[in-house]
Structures are given as C-alpha cells and as structure tokens.
C-alpha cells in the first residue's frame, strides 16, 4: 500500500503554510462549512494528473494575498520505496501574467503529470458528483476516464493526442481548408488515438463489471450494470482494434462535409456516454433515488479501488468528500468496513466526528479551523 506520510502546503488556497503527517488507513477530516476541509483533499487530488475535482484554474487555487503562486509537497510511503512528490506553480509570466504547473518527483523535475501515476493513484467522490448520473455526457466521461487513468497509466496521453488532432481537424472545418490530404493525415491520427481510447475505456469497464460481480447481491452497495454508448467503442467491441481503427477512419472522411456544417466532429469518443442500470431493480440511474444514485456510485468507486490494487499493487487513496452525511447508518458502517478490508488511505471530510464514531481507535482524526489542522481523539 502506498500512503501519503506527509502533506505540505504553501499558499494554497486558505492555507499559507501547512505541513501535517498522515497515517495509513482512515484520516477523518471534520470541521465547520468553509473551513477547508475540502481544500485539503482538493489539494491532495492536484497529485495525480488532471486539474483535481474541481477543475479550478491554477489561478483560482493560489492563495488570495499570497505570492500568486502555490505548491503542494508530498511525502510517499509506499511498497516500492518512499518518494518526494509535488506539484505547484511558477510565478506569473511579465508579459501573459501566467502561471505554469511544475511536477517534480525526487527533486527533479517531471516530463509531465503522469509521472504522478508510478508512486500514487488517487479516486475521488464529492457533492458535486452526486448529479453524475443525471447530468451531461462529459462529466460521465470525464469520471470514467479517471477509472481508466488509474488502471492504465497511457491513458491520458492517448486522449490528450486524440483531443489535439480532433483540434487541429476542427481548426481545418472551420477554416473551410479542401486540402484532401491534410484531412487524411489528421484522420488517420484521430482515428488511432480514438480507437485506443475506446479499447481503453471498454476493457476497463470489463474489468470493473467483473469486480462488481463479486458484490454480494442484496448488499448495501448494489450492483450496476455498465455499458459505453458510442459509435468507436462499438466498433473496438465487435471487431480487432486495427479493423475499429479503420472503420473510425472511414466514418470521419465520410462525415467531413456534415462536420464541416457544424464546426466540429460530430462522431467520436468524444460524444460517447457511460450508461449505469440498477441491476436489482433493472432501472437506469439518472431515474433512481438520490439516494440510490449515490449507493452505485460508492459502489463503483469501491469495485475500482479494487481492480487497481489487484492490477498494479496501488490502492487507490481515496477522497470522499462529505460521504457520511449522505448514507444511512447501515451503509456508513458498511463503507468504514470496506475501506478497511480494501486497506487504502481514505480521507473523508464531514462537520460532525459523530457521524464518524464507529471508526473510533480505527481512524485518524483531525480538526480543521480556518488554515489549521489539529489532530484530536476522535
């Protein structure tokens, strides 16, 4: 298991310095709404690509009054040896007055974020999400990519490489460019780096489905059924990559003229969707209770966190944010039990210890009050 033994932060949203130690397993985090408990987990989600679960601006995450720059520091524990992570930002730029993210790992510099992946792996679940199943594609694409990231640690660049050349295809629409050839080349790139980002995400969702299967049926967590709806994961389904590849090929050339019209691709992994059903109740998600919605979520999230362990020997840390206030007893005691079998550090954030007290001797716990941390006895 590997498990952040230290947190430091410096001008970091409402934190100017915060340096704090962790233990491995359950760390509750409790204090009043505003106090920035949610900043802290936030922060800790900024160590893995991406922009964190809020997806703020580097901007937005720098402290107000502070130098206008940030940076998160980590100490690794893990399996492999002990690490030095952390990511932050350069100092505004004279001309653009923007700021650059740095990743450094070891005290040298990383090529990219995903260089985060090889020491940690980090899933999350917050309020906001709590609308996922019932709000637009991109954000049940953008939640199923992360499951995706975690497994397999390409994943990101693949899709970063498919998003440039969707770009640069969109660049030629618009413009109204006939050259055939240019079309031809920036198709070809789409179409492979789509092709794999769609084997990447159906086999993915494979495995998940063959970890929920392993969920006992009447359990407080149900089982979800889980299918992609898009045209090239289709096609990686049915068919070898090589032929997906091509089909998705074709279906772009063809479609140059009605993409045209509108400015944009029009097919892709970037139009696909992530469908849940209730499985005991043969019902979609969006047409669940929230309460049900949020039961699936967990549910996933947990089947994930344990394909990750098997596959890498990372257990994902996870943050859920505000998770005992929206379960019932029976399933709050079912998580904490859960999350200790899984054996992952877990962060969980909530204003009442009390909702958390079953974890009492099990758990960390640590009191959050306006840009400090103390650690209390729960």
């Excluded at 047409?287 to 994902?316: F, N, W, Y």
């Excluded at 009492?360 to 103390?374: I, K, M, N, P, Y």
Aim: glycine fraction near 10%.
């Amino acid at each position: 298991m590997s498990f952040i033994g230290k947190l430091t932060l410096t001008d970091y949203r409402n934190y100017g310095n915060l340096s704090i130690e962790f233990e491995p397993g359950a760390v509750v985090l409790t204090g009043d709404n505003g106090a920035g408990k949610t900043n802290l987990l936030e922060a800790i989600s900024l160590l893995a690509p991406g922009r964190g679960f809020r997806r703020a601006t580097l901007a937005e995450v720098a402290r107000e009054g502070g130098s206008g720059t940030f940076a998160i520091h980590a100490s690794i524990d893990g399996e492999e040896g002990d690490a030095e992570i952390g990511t932050g930002t350069t100092a505004p730029d004279i001309l653009t007055g923007e700021s650059v993210r740095k990743v450094r790992i070891n005290g040298a510099n990383a090529k990219s974020a995903d260089a985060l992946l090889e020491w940690l792996r980090v899933m999350w679940l917050t309020p906001a999400m709590d609308g996922l199943f019932t709000g637009p594609a991109a954000d049940r694409r953008r939640f199923l990519d992360r499951l995706v990231m975690t497994v397999n640690t390409s994943h990101g660049q693949v899709t970063s490489a498919y998003e440039k050349a969707m770009r640069d295809r969109n660049r030629l629409l618009t413009d109204n460019v006939r050259d055939v050839g240019w079309f031809e080349a920036i198709e070809a790139q789409m179409a492979e780096a789509g092709a794999a980002v769609a084997a990447a995400r159906v086999e993915t969702l494979r495995l998940i489905a063959a970890m929920i299967e392993k969920l006992p049926n009447d359990g407080p967590f149900p089982q979800a059924d889980l299918a992609l709806d898009g045209v090239v994961e289709g096609f990686v389904a049915e068919m070898p990559a090589v032929e997906a590849e091509e089909y998705f090929r074709r279906v772009l050339a063809e479609g140059r003229e009605r993409d045209r019209a509108s400015g944009r691709a029009l097919d892709g992994p970037h139009r696909a969707d992530l469908r849940v059903r209730h499985r005991p109740k043969d019902m979609p998600a969006d047409l669940c209770s929230t309460g049900e919605q949020k039961a699936l979520l967990v549910g996933i999230v947990l089947s994930h966190a344990r394909l990750c362990r098997d596959m890498s020997g990372l257990t994902p840390i996870l943050l859920l944010d505000e998770i005992a206030a929206h379960l019932d007893a029976g399933r709050r005691a079912a998580l904490f039990s859960i999350l200790e079998e899984l054996g992952c550090q877990c962060f969980m954030t909530g204003t009442e210890a009390t909702l958390f007290s079953s974890l009492r001797g099990r758990a960390q716990f640590l009191t959050v009050d306006h840009g400090s941390v103390q650690e209390t006895e729960g």
